[in-house]
């Protein structure tokens, strides 16, 4: 009998321990990088994150992680006008359509902001950001989100196309739009946030314009916000992964130049605009790293940059409204700071 209750003990043992390494060790954080990280002190500490993606996934099953309901309604705020489908451009018959918000009352041109949806360039829509874009429209924002060819209709460059023609159709519009055409900004999140980082990286390469429409108009950008977008795709893991590979529609080794044409991280220069980067240190789609690259690339560069490393959170880590939250707070507060009109 006492041999059983050591081998139960044993067993018991085993389980404790093989469990406490599934919930805390199985996706162990990257180190932290204070080096990199940079916010204002005014701004509220980030909320707590998880040892693991496990643990993660017990608070969701224990209904312990709040999280935004996409395809819930989500009403209009007073005072918020929209316009469903708008046309911001056309490819052939094809039209290219962006859903707007807007102040009802406005006294004076307001900044414009574009959201771009992720989903891997493959699925998403514009009304997945219609909670962030009627916030922002109700805080007095004239806000656009986005739709655009998905690889599916379209491979690469067709997405970063689209977006640019959304730039250039607000800034065309924006008397009517009553948008200031000098204080604009993009915003998305996974592969949104890389043609957001596209936009505001590479309005000096001419073949990533397209033809969507207004060619005389410029597609140049105050300000860029990243949700862990990808930065650069010349890494193995990048290069490799079947997202994208099958965005590019060819292998690293058949089109290199493509890969590193595609990579945001290729055509930052000193004169690029002030970017705001949100990154979870738990992301196994996108890697921590992406993020702490891009960092370093614009701190060595000079560029104005703020990095929100989240420990603790996983991909579209914002779809927890804890997350949202913050993230609706430290853009508002970025947004302040670089598309006040008083700066030049």
Same mark, same amino acid.
Request: glycine share 8%.
């Given at each position: *009998?006492?041999?059983?209750?050591?081998?139960?003990?044993?067993?018991?043992?085993?389980?404790?321990?093989?469990?406490? &390494?599934?919930?805390?060790?199985?996706?162990?954080?990257?180190?932290?990088?204070?080096?990199?990280?940079?916010?204002?002190?005014?701004?509220?500490?980030?909320?707590?994150? %998880?040892?693991?993606?496990?643990?993660?996934?017990?608070?969701?099953?224990?209904?312990?992680?709040?999280?935004?309901?996409?395809?819930?309604?989500?009403?209009?705020?007073?005072?918020?006008?929209?316009?469903?489908?708008?046309?911001?451009?056309?490819?052939?018959?094809?039209?290219?359509?962006?859903?707007?918000?807007?102040?009802?009352? *406005?006294?004076?041109?307001?900044?414009?902001?574009?959201?771009?949806?992720?989903?891997? &360039?493959?699925?998403?829509?514009?009304?997945?950001?219609?909670? %962030?874009?009627?916030?922002?429209?109700?805080?007095?924002?004239?806000?656009?989100?986005?739709?655009?060819?998905?690889?599916?209709?379209?491979?690469?460059?067709?997405?970063?196309?689209?977006?640019?023609?959304?730039?250039? &159709?607000?800034?065309?519009?924006?008397?009517?739009?009553?948008?200031?055409?000098?204080?604009?900004?993009?915003?998305?999140?996974?592969?949104?946030?890389?043609?957001?980082? *596209?936009?505001?990286?590479?309005?000096?390469?001419?073949?990533?314009?397209?033809?969507?429409?207004?060619?005389?108009?410029?597609?140049?950008?105050?300000?860029?916000?990243?949700?862990?977008?990808?930065?650069?795709?010349?890494?193995?893991?990048?290069?490799?992964?079947?997202?994208?590979?099958?965005?590019?529609?060819?292998?690293?080794?058949?089109?290199?130049?493509? %890969?590193?044409?595609?990579?945001?991280?290729?055509?930052?220069?000193?004169?690029?605009?002030?970017?705001?980067?949100?990154?979870?240190?738990?992301?196994?789609?996108?890697?921590?790293?992406?993020?702490?690259?891009?960092?370093?690339?614009?701190?060595?560069?000079?560029?104005? %940059? &703020?990095?929100?490393?989240?420990?603790?959170?996983?991909?579209? *880590?914002?779809?927890?409204?804890?997350?949202?939250?913050?993230?609706?707070?430290?853009?508002?507060?970025?947004?302040?700071?670089?598309?006040?009109?008083?700066?030049?």
């Amino acid at each position: *009998m006492k041999r059983v209750f050591q081998i139960l003990t044993f067993l018991l043992a085993v389980v404790l321990v093989g469990g406490l &390494w599934w919930y805390f060790i199985d996706t162990r954080a990257p180190e932290s990088r204070p080096d990199l990280v940079r916010l204002p002190e005014t701004l509220p500490p980030p909320p707590e994150g %998880y040892p693991s993606n496990h643990a993660l996934m017990v608070a969701y099953a224990l209904g312990r992680l709040d999280l935004n309901d996409l395809e819930a309604p989500h009403p209009l705020p007073s005072g918020v006008i929209e316009k469903l489908d708008t046309e911001y451009g056309r490819v052939g018959d094809r039209p290219l359509l962006l859903d707007l918000f807007a102040p009802e009352i *406005m006294d004076a041109s307001a900044p414009g902001v574009l959201f771009i949806h992720g989903g891997g &360039w493959t699925s998403g829509d514009k009304s997945d950001y219609r909670i %962030y874009a009627t916030y922002f429209a109700e805080k007095g924002y004239v806000v656009g989100s986005v739709g655009y060819r998905l690889k599916g209709e379209a491979k690469y460059p067709a997405a970063i196309e689209d977006v640019k023609c959304a730039v250039r &159709w607000m800034r065309a519009h924006s008397e009517e739009l009553n948008v200031d055409p000098d204080r604009i900004a993009v915003i998305g999140g996974s592969a949104g946030g890389h043609l957001a980082m *596209m936009v505001g990286y590479s309005s000096d390469v001419p073949e990533l314009e397209g033809t969507g429409g207004w060619p005389e108009t410029s597609s140049a950008v105050r300000a860029v916000v990243d949700l862990y977008g990808p930065t650069d795709f010349t890494t193995p893991y990048a290069r490799t992964h079947t997202t994208t590979t099958s965005y590019i529609g060819k292998s690293f080794d058949e089109v290199p130049e493509l %890969y590193d044409q595609i990579s945001p991280m290729s055509h930052l220069d000193a004169n690029d605009p002030p970017t705001l980067i949100f990154q979870g240190t738990l992301d196994d789609l996108v890697p921590v790293t992406q993020s702490d690259r891009l960092a370093a690339k614009l701190e060595s560069l000079g560029v104005p %940059y &703020w990095y929100d490393r989240l420990d603790g959170w996983p991909h579209t *880590m914002d779809m927890a409204r804890l997350v949202s939250d913050r993230v609706e707070i430290v853009v508002g507060t970025f947004f302040n700071e670089y598309l006040d009109e008083s700066r030049e």
